[in-house]
C-alpha cells in the first residue's frame, strides 16, 4: 500500500504563493506518474499538474499554466506543486494522487490515480 500525506496548504492573499508538498509513504513510488487535483465546493475534481515518473514530461491544466508548477524528487518519494499568483478561483481542497499505470510518459492529463492523499485546504481571498 501507498499512502501519500500532503502538506503546505493554508491562506494565503490574492497574488500570493504557497508549495504543497506530497511524501509517500508504504513503498516507493518513482516508477510512477503523480498529480495534483483540485476539488472546489460544488464543483467536480479536477487534474491541476501532473508528472511523469521520470520528470522528463509534464501537464497543466489551462487554468494554472504558467503559474503552478509540479516537480519530485525521487529520492524523497515526493512531489511539490509551487503556485504562484494565486487567484480566489484557485480555493480548492488539492489532492495528491499516485498514477494506477507504472512508467507513464504520455498521456499524463489522463493520469488514473491508484492511490490517492487525505488533501490539504488551499484558501485564497481577494
Known amino acids: 500500500q501507498v499512502q501519500p500525506v500532503e502538506s503546505g496548504g493554508g491562506s494565503v492573499q490574492a497574488g500570493g504563493s504557497l508549495r504543497l508538498s506530497c511524501a509517500a509513504s508504504?513503498?516507493?513510488?518513482?516508477?510512477?506518474?503523480m498529480g495534483w487535483f483540485r476539488q472546489a465546493p460544488g464543483k467536480d475534481r479536477e487534474l491541476v499538474a501532473s508528472i511523469s515518473w521520470s520528470s522528463g514530461s509534464t501537464y497543466y491544466a489551462d487554468s494554472v499554466k504558467g503559474r503552478f508548477t509540479i516537480s519530485r524528487d525521487n529520492a524523497k518519494n515526493t512531489v511539490y506543486l509551487q503556485m504562484n499568483s494565486l487567484k480566489p478561483e484557485d480555493t480548492a481542497v488539492y489532492y495528491c494522487a499516485v498514477d494506477s499505470t507504472s512508467y507513464r510518459n504520455y498521456g499524463l492529463e489522463y493520469l488514473r490515480p491508484g492511490y490517492w492523499g487525505q488533501g490539504t485546504q488551499v484558501t485564497v481571498s481577494s
Open positions: 508504504g513503498r516507493t513510488v518513482s516508477s510512477y506518474a
